[in-house]
T-cell receptor, first 111, second 114 residues
Framework: LAKTTQPISMDSYEGQEVNITCSHNNIATNDYITWYQQFPSQGPRFIIQGYKTKVTNEVASLFIPADRKSSTLSLPRVSLSDTAVYYCLVGDTGGNEKLTFGTGTRLTIIP | EAQVTQNPRYLITVTGKKLTVTCSQNMNHEYMSWYRQDPGLGLRQIYYSMNVEVTDKGDVPEGYKVSRKEKRNFPLILESPSPNQTSLYFC?????????????FGPGTRLTVL
């Protein structure tokens, strides 16, 4: 499994765009990059997934450079409700039955 | 509604008293797993199951047992709970194994072992 590195915590003001970067230097050819969001006392929930370039959905965008050794989760115009822990996972479609979430990035939105 | 349910949501027990936390999913998912979450340690996988009657250890299996007799259910069993098993537990399921497949998590069970 590719190891990921994220900042432990980040703060941002309401209305700003927030970018959380994840480093995954040993990502494999078949690996996808997936981000989850976890609110306090709730289970994580899927936000977005990508393989290369840019992926966008109604919640976030995911930017993946050509070398795929890092990825950036972008949250547009954050609000207080975006305060959560964000996890970056790297893995493929099968064979890696174990899942490793790590400690994630604790994002705090300031009014 | 597609969901993963866990029971109980909260449990306080004493050392050595066997307990079971139930987990059920209604999405016909093949892959199910259990995690524990402790402050500063993130989510750690306890056990996982690829399908009925197929289970395997995650990263922190000591002190836990699981079974997968039916596709929808994946109970977590603590035969002799100890205080170091005080934690927040999550059950999750996905269509198949692999990080490519979206994991659906239950609401969590907060366990306190005195």
């Amino acid at each position: 499994l590719a190891k990921t590195t994220q900042p432990i915590s980040m703060d941002s003001y309401e209305g700003q765009e927030v970018n959380i970067t994840c480093s995954h230097n040993n990502i494999a050819t078949n690996d996808y990059i997936t981000w989850y969001q976890q609110f306090p006392s709730q289970g994580p929930r899927f936000i977005i997934q990508g393989y290369k370039t840019k992926v966008t959905n109604e919640v976030a965008s995911l930017f993946i450079p050509a070398d795929r050794k890092s990825s950036t989760l972008s949250l547009p115009r954050v609000s207080l409700s975006d305060t959560a822990v964000y996890y970056c996972l790297v893995g493929d479609t099968g064979g890696n039955e174990k899942l490793t979430f790590g400690t994630g990035t604790r994002l705090t939105i300031i009014p | 509604e597609a969901q993963v349910t866990q029971n109980p949501r909260y449990l306080i027990t004493v050392t050595g008293k066997k307990l079971t936390v139930t987990c059920s999913q209604n999405m016909n998912h093949e892959y199910m797993s259990w995690y524990r979450q402790d402050p500063g340690l993130g989510l750690r996988q306890i056990y996982y199951s690829m399908n009925v009657e197929v289970t395997d250890k995650g990263d922190v299996p000591e002190g836990y047992k699981v079974s997968r007799k039916e596709k929808r259910n994946f109970p977590l069993i603590l035969e002799s709970p100890s205080p170091n098993q005080t934690s927040l537990y999550f059950c999750a399921s996905s269509l198949y194994a692999g990080q490519h497949h979206e994991q659906f998590f239950g609401p969590g069970t907060r366990l306190t072992v005195l």
